[in-house]
């Protein structure tokens, strides 16, 4: 019977993890910059950090798109509800 039972929450996790999600301040995701440590919101504040490579993101949740700010150049990123894709100067008019 547990073999039975791991197999239903293998189906479980993996459905979950395959489901599309909306970018918000309540979710945690994979850092766009490092792609080892995971962002999420920063306490009291409209941004989220990594919790390996330390970077800090502005949000803009209706575009679903972060920023990064504490680097040289104004690097971001949308998020397609499962990944981040790299958006250029152009998509930000």
């Known amino acids: 019977m547990a073999e039975s039972h791991s197999h239903a929450d293998d189906k479980s996790t993996r ?10 301040y309540h979710g945690v995701y994979t850092c766009p910059v490092c792609r ?16 390996f490579c330390r970077h800090i993101f502005t949000a803009d949740l209706d575009k679903q798109r972060v920023q990064v700010v504490d680097g040289s150049q104004p690097l971001s990123w949308r998020w397609t509800g499962k990944t981040w894709k790299a958006t250029h100067r152009r998509e930000d008019l």
């Open 15 to 24: 459905s979950l993890s395959e489901e599309k999600s909306s970018l918000s």
């Open 36 to 51: 080892h440590g995971q962002i999420s919101a920063l306490p009291l504040m409209d941004a989220f950090a990594c919790n």
